[in-house]
C-alpha cells in the first residue's frame, strides 16, 4: 500500500503564492514519477505538472512559467510552488505518484487533494 498525503493548500488573493507539498508512504521501493493535477468545480481533472526519479521536468502550458515542480527523494515528496496566482488557478490540487513497491509490483497511487483558492 501506498498513501499520499497533500498539505499546502489555502486562500490566497490574485498575484499571491503558495507551495503545496506531496508525501508518500507506505511500502515503497522506488518512484519513478510525481505529478501535480488539478480540477476546478465542474471540469475534467488536468495534469499540471510532472517530475521523474531523475529530476526532469515538464509542465501544462497554462502554467509554465510560474509554476515549479520539484521532489526530495529522501523524503519521499514532491512540492509545487506556485507562483503570481491567478482566479483562474482556483481548483483541488491532487498528487499523484507512480513506481514500484517492496515486492515489485507496480503502483499508481493518488492523494486525497488540497483546495487552493484564488481570490479576484
Known amino acids: 500500500q501506498v498513501q499520499l498525503v497533500e498539505s499546502g493548500g489555502d486562500l490566497v488573493q490574485a498575484g499571491g503564492s503558495l507551495r503545496l507539498s506531496c508525501a508518500a508512504s507506505g511500502s515503497i521501493f522506488r518512484i519513478e514519477s510525481m505529478d501535480w493535477y488539478r480540477q476546478a468545480p465542474g471540469k475534467q481533472r488536468e495534469w499540471v505538472a510532472g517530475i521523474t526519479r531523475i529530476g526532469t521536468t515538464s509542465y501544462a502550458d497554462s502554467i509554465k512559467g510560474r509554476f515549479t515542480i520539484s521532489r526530495d527523494n529522501g523524503k519521499k515528496t514532491v512540492y509545487l510552488q506556485m507562483n503570481n496566482l491567478k482566479p483562474e488557478d482556483t481548483a483541488v490540487y491532487y498528487c499523484?505518484?507512480?513506481?514500484?513497491?517492496?515486492?515489485?509490483?507496480?503502483?499508481?497511487?493518488w492523494g486525497q487533494g488540497t483546495q487552493v483558492t484564488v481570490s479576484s
Open positions: 499523484n505518484a507512480r513506481g514500484l513497491t517492496t515486492l515489485i509490483v507496480q503502483f499508481d497511487s
